[in-house]
């Protein structure tokens, strides 16, 4: 149940609730019970006055005579009221409805007073459910809870299709060149992975504090460029220096995996920091990458292998499946894709959209 928040709240006699918050003084809720009252105190006082004349004038009268009886004090009091009412109407011109109504009364009776009190009782209601509102849980919040529905623009396309459409959406892709595309990745990792000036190898998670990429690469042990896609089976031209497959690396480890397919290693021959060189169950040479980059390796090769229209190995491509699954795409890998479109104008699609791996049966 929501919880009710009273701030402020202002209490009348007759128990009446007045959030000051939606009711500043000055506003009608505020000021119709307190005008009620002052016309009861006023009306209670010129009754025993015209009560106490009405006596002197004819001591055999009734002790007491309806006020509505004497026109000239009848109108005296509502004169009074009238131009009090009208003041709240002014002051609060959204409620003005409410103080019409008060004000336009003809009858000093009691039961008019009681009519102002309950119109002025459902003003506090009404704030009761304003407030209520306000705490976003109220059936008036409802349509704040519906989510938009955005269309999906590969709904329905699978294999080839998606692949084209996929495509498609990088046509805008700008080829740095080798050079500057490598000395953003550099800049990139001292701007925004750990510490500022501090790079990390993908594979084996050693750091440095580096001054740039030509510091980098003349540091010992040294720092250079890892193309996930191997430069000797595809990686040329354009996809040399495409940003989305290249990362960061300890050379050593980088030497190691040379052009290695990817796959899990069950025998190690070299290993560091998580990340493998040896040969998998069934006796294949293969590199695998520590396990915070396995799902990265798996979405640079689809991302490679659909741009540049390259053919993945079947066992290569269901260990990258199982890797995608494993290491989701995570805040790291989605800025990084951020800040290659800024500067490459691209994205790698399977980062934005992880599902999208399963629409393609063969990559
Ligand atoms: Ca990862």
Known sequence: ??????????????????DWRQNPPGSAAYLIPLLARLRKI????????????ALERNPTSAPFLPSSTNPTDHMKRFSIVSLLL????????????????????NSPDITADAQIEVDAGADAGDVAEDVLSEDG?????????????????????RDSALKSALRQTNR????????????????Y???????VGQIECVYTGRKAFVEGRLDAQNQNPMYNTEHTWPQSRGASGVARSDLHHLFITDGAANGKRGSVSFGNVVNASWSEGGSKLG????????????????????RAIFYFAVTYN??????????????????????????????????????????????????ISNF
């Open 137 to 157: 849980v109220s059936a008036d919040a409802a349509p704040a809870d519906v989510a938009e529905v955005e269309e999906d623009p590969y709904e329905g396309l």
């Open 86 to 105: 009208l003041f709240a109407a002014l002051s609060a011109p959204a409620c003005s409805d409410d103080s019409a109504g008060s004000g336009d009364t």
């Open 310 to 359: 390259h053919q993945v190995a079947r066992d290569e491509e269901a260990t990258l499946r199982a890797w995608h699954v494993q290491d989701p795409v995570d805040d790291a890998e989605r800025a990084r894709n951020d800040a290659i479109e800024g500067i490459q104008r691209s994205r790698n699609f399977f980062i934005d959209r992880p599902d999208l791996v399963d629409s």
């Open 189 to 195: 990792d001292m701007a925004n992975v750990g510490a």
């Open 172 to 187: 805008r892709h700008r080829d740095l060149g080798y050079g500057p595309a490598r000395d953003f990745m550099f800049e």
């Open 279 to 298: 040969s998998d169950s069934s006796g294949h040479k293969r590199f695998e990458p520590r396990d915070v980059h396995k799902g990265n390796v798996a």
């Open 42 to 53: 006023l009306g209670t006082r010129r009754e025993k006055d015209y009560c106490a004349l």
């Open 1 to 18: 149940m929501p919880v009710q928040r009273h701030v402020g709240a202002f209490y009348f006699n007759p128990p009446l609730r007045v």
